[in-house]
Every structure is written in C-alpha cells, then in structure tokens.
C-alpha cells in the first residue's frame, strides 16, 4: 500500500486539450484530474472517440495540454520543452502502441537498443539484449521484424519499452492487432513484468476483460472520466 503522504507518479490537474479542425476547435479533453501511483495499475475503457488515447498522449508527453497541468514523479511538463520531454520519456516512460513501431531494417536487438543509444548509454546492447531475454526472446535477437509474428513483435517493442527500466510503462490497446490467444500471452507477460518490477501500468483498452485485470478502472466518455472504480483481479 502507497504512503498517503507519497506523490502521485503521475499526477493532472485540470487538464483539457482542444485541437483545431477545418470545422473549428474540438474539445477532446475536458478537465480531467487525475493521480496515479507508484506500482498501480490503471486500465482505461470508453467508446471510441473518448479520449483514451489522446490522455495516454498528454501523461506520456508526447502532446501538450492545452490547460491544467501534467506531472510525472514530481516533474511538471509545464516549462519543459520538447528536448526535456524526449529525456523524461527516454528514461523514466515506456511505451507499447498497438502498431508496435519498430524499425524494419533493423534487427530486434538494435530496435530495443535503439532508444539507449539515443541516449548515449553504453550498455545499450547489453541491456537490450537483458530486456529481449526477459520477455522470452532470447533465439529472436537477430531476427528482422519481418521475420517475427505479430505476438513476437509485440514482445520486442515491450522489451524496448523496458529496457531503460522506466518506473511508468503506457500501453495503448497493445493486443489490437493480436489474436485472442497472443494477446492473452503477452497481457499475461505485462502483468508479469509489472509484477516483478513495480512498475506502474497504464493500459488502454476496448476489452473490458482487460481493464478488469488492473487494480483500478476508468471508463471515459465525452473527455472526461465518468467513473473511478476499485477492481478486485484474480491475476495481478
């Protein structure tokens, strides 16, 4: 249990995006407070056009509020530009998308490698080759991406998201190009991680079934959070 005295991991506060459009300004967000801590585990539900993915966007930095304010371990996003973002993200956020995103001409050992070395870590090798093992590819490491499965893909751009050992991992509905069986696989190897690191897990989904396996769900509608609730999982 998280000391009620700890901050949040991540943390908003009023948040709102509104974006343009040929027919005017669309609210996608609208005043959303929200606190996550260290270790939890949050899925998120709603219909599409919710705003599921665009709060993924906002808490993981990769679009700015257009108001309120976004906090991760402490750090506001307010004043940071984007260099200071990229860092935050490069080293404390990992992120699984459902279209996995790795790079066709490079192997999966330099996919995993590939945000360390951007980082200028010199064990980036090593330590991407640790993340592949960890995830059951260790017989994949010279493997293209055309060469793997879409599960095998899948569990290369989770190695990548953990290869810097980021306290927050963000996974935007990661078994949507998966079929059942695989999807279940590698929802089990992510609560299996979160498990053994204590990492904070946000994941977005339509299944309901999987938002259920987290601690706690949100559901959305309209951009805002309709409902907060408590879950009681069998597989954590």
Request: aromatic share 2%.
């Amino acid at each position: 249990m998280n000391d009620q005295n700890t901050l949040p991991l991540v943390a908003l506060k009023g948040v709102e995006l509104t974006l343009g459009s040929d027919a005017g300004p669309v609210e996608i967000l609208r005043g959303i407070d929200l606190n996550v801590a260290q270790g939890e585990t949050l899925g998120i539900v709603g219909p599409s056009g919710s705003g599921k993915t665009s709060l993924l966007m906002i808490i993981a930095g990769l679009e700015r509020a257009s108001l309120g304010d976004v906090s991760i371990d402490g750090q506001s996003f307010g004043n940071l530009d984007e260099d200071a973002l990229a860092q935050i993200r490069g080293t404390g956020i990992g992120i699984v998308f459902q279209d996995f995103h790795l790079v066709p001409n490079m192997t999966a050992l330099e996919n995993v490698a590939l945000p360390l070395e951007l980082a200028g870590d010199n064990s980036a090798f090593e330590r991407a080759r640790t993340a592949l093992d960890e995830v059951g590819l260790a017989h994949r490491h010279s493997h293209y991406p055309g060469q793997l499965s879409g599960g095998e893909q899948q569990r290369t751009a989770l190695a990548r998201a953990l290869s810097t050992t980021p306290k927050l991992i963000i996974a935007d509905e990661p078994t949507g190009n998966l079929d059942g069986d695989t999807g279940a696989r590698i929802m089990d190897l992510m609560f299996d991680v979160h498990a053994k690191r204590g990492t904070t897990l946000i994941l977005v989904t339509h299944e309901d079934r999987l938002a259920q396996r987290c601690r706690r769900r949100i559901a959305m509608a309209d951009g805002r959070i309709v409902s907060d609730s408590q879950n009681h999982p069998t597989v954590d």
